[in-house]
């Protein structure tokens, strides 16, 4: 197959990817999207035995206060990582949010930790169980508690 095919065919399948990802019971998909190579990224470290215990780790470490321990808290408008609207999303899309943040909308940049932390807390995130998902799909809107801004630029 030439290179002009397999570009097509790459276009092709990430754009399916993408329409997947794309699902109206998707809220937040909708507003805050992968491009659709970073999310056709396979996970490098998806084999990799350590990838879930480094994952948890850090995730304790830097994500939780927002998240909590089990993916599923909502501090400050944060996404229930355990609910189908996260989890249906690509390895590459959910590492490409973990990388860029949405500053915006108090979700930090994660380029301090080491591109392979990150895809650990990918892995990781996979592990995390769908009964924590509570969201009746108003999540975002009830922003029960300000904002832990002053330090989102300092993620460590
Ligand atoms: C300062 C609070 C805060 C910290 C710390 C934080 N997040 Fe978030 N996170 C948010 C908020 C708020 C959102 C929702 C952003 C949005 O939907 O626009 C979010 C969204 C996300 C999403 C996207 C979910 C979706 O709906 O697609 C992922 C994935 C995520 N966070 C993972 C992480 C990981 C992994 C870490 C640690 C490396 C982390 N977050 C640390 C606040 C935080």
Partial sequence: MGSKTLLIVTVALATLAH?????????TADKWRAPSEAAAK????????TAPAVGRKLFSRTCARCHEEDGSGEN?????LSCPEVQEQSDGALF??????????GMPSFTALPEDVRWDIVVFLRTLKETNCHDSGGSKGDKKEARPKSDAQNPR
Avoid: D, L, M
């Fill in 96 to 105: 490409w949010k973990i990388t860029n943040g949405n500053t915006t909308n």
């Fill in 42 to 49: 396979p996970n490098p470290e998806r084999q990799k035995t």
């Fill in 76 to 80: 400050g408008g944060a996404a229930n």
């Fill in 19 to 27: 329409v997947a990802v794309a699902q109206p019971v998707s809220p």
